[in-house]
């Protein structure tokens, strides 16, 4: 090395400054391109075992937090720019780095004597120092040459030292030095032929050097300790994610085994769905991308849906959805709210409990009928007591009136005798002449009267007795309609002033049960004097044999209040009225619809033309062998 005029007075010389700025320059190149300790934001060179230790408190090796290929290109460049011998070694004085510039003295030399050796690692070893930033400055233990050093410190953590020197610092004494040769077994004339070559530096000079070092180290530590935590930082990051990826995926095999519809949603916007919601809507996962959940509902249920599915919050409700082809599904749902993909969101278990709320209805079907059938059942003995108690006082009238007629017949003659000889007399506070005039007629309508209760009496039993729904037999169609008349021509008068009638006179019979065919007649004939709102309005009932199709019409149409258009298609199911403020329980045209299909004919609504209801039943006839 070239030395100024200034070099003795402790001044760097000028090219040692320019040599140090290149090195400076070297060790930026490196920082920049990030070789120095690996690229960890694209392949950390760090082993997973390390990288997920954290801070376990683990012994750290120099190699864990430095790439050493671009640590020896720094030291080569470090020590051809200040001609010092360079290497890093770990705490123990084994080398990490390849030596730079050693010179013969040290490596062919003293290293080469077992005893040397030694005292070389332990000088190199002793170079720990607390700070960084403060070098250590010394004598070699194992020759008297002057070394300098300094720590590598990642965090607080000490893990390896750079070390610099040999060269030689006046005053130098060479008695001394060959004194050291001798106690290691060294050649004394190879010893002080290889000292000569050591290049001669001052304190300061080299104190310089040993600042710069620090600087360079320290810079190189904090390089190293931030792509360290940014290792850590990914790598615990990987872990996560690749947990997130291992429960994404337990989830959606989950969700894509199970048979009820699931929707992840962002406050109600559907972002996936599993193959049962794709069957069960018909819709697929491209067209579900865009739709809100409450877009499947139907209207009526739209707002609830959007109440609780907007909020990702955890919720159970039921409402009704539409299918793609139009079908209507009522359904449970169940939310609750998740994290899918690193976001907050919802997730909605969709289940189709049509066929479940179709069996308790019809179940609850059942049991109202029962209930009714229970009732008819009391009604039908509470009506024959009524018939029996009826018949008894009505019987004295039937028999004792004829008798009376024949008393009145008998008497009569002699009644006259006496008005024309006597003339004008009182009989029961009556005039006989008004008397005489009237009495038959009186008598007359007494025993229709009386006959008339009968029959009624007679229906009513007829109507209440106990039959079981599968007897059938032989059963007249106009002795029914007769029947039912009968028990209804009180309402009927009351209703209106324009009843028709049109039988058929040769019916043809039907195979049923005539009690139960009187109910569908009665119901209906009840239903048409309810919609008609003035006794003007009027009431037609008619039968025909219709002898292509084989069955007997049974027409009843009004001229009522007729029944709304979207109800026609409801009005034979079971609880459906429109009278349900009126008492109507919804059962009758459902039983009279159950009661028709029994007997194998039809029961039809239709709008009448003029205003009201057009309802037809047909019932096949008797087939005969």
Known sequence: MKKNKNADDGVCPDDFIEELNTLRGRVEELEASRTLCGNFSSGCTLNNRFANSGSSGREY??????DVAAIQQIQDAFSEATKVASIITDLDGRPITRPSRFCRLCNDVIRRTEKGLKNCMRSDAAFGTKSPLEPIMRPCLSGGLWDGGTSFYVGDRHIANWIIGQVRCPPINDEQIKQYAREIGADEDEFMTALAEVPVMSREQFLSVCNVLCLIANQISILARKNFLQAQAIARRRVAEAALRESEERFRQLSQSTFEAIFIHHEGRILTTNKAGQRLFGYSQEEFSGLNIDDLADPESRDIVRIHTSRNRRSRFDANFRC????????????RDIIFQGEKAGVCAVRDITERVESERQAKEKQQQLIQADKMVSLGVLVSGMAHEINNPNSFMTLNLPLLAEIWGDISPILEDYYHENGEFLAGGLEYSELRSFMPDLLARMQEGAARISGIVNSLKDYSRLQPGELMWDVDLGDVIRNSLRLLENLISQKTSKFEIDIDGDLPPVLGNSQRLSQVLINLLVNSCEALTDRK?????????????KRIDIVVRDEGVGIAEEHLTKITDPFFTTKRNCGGTGLGLSVSSTIVQEHGGELEFSANPGGGTVARFSIPVAERE
């Open 324 to 335: 793609r082809d139009g079908r209507m599904l009522i359904c449970e749902i169940q939310q």
């Open 537 to 549: 309005q009027a009431i037609y009932l008619s039968s025909r044999y219709n002898r292509d199709r």
């Open 61 to 66: 090796r120099f190699e864990d937090y430095f």
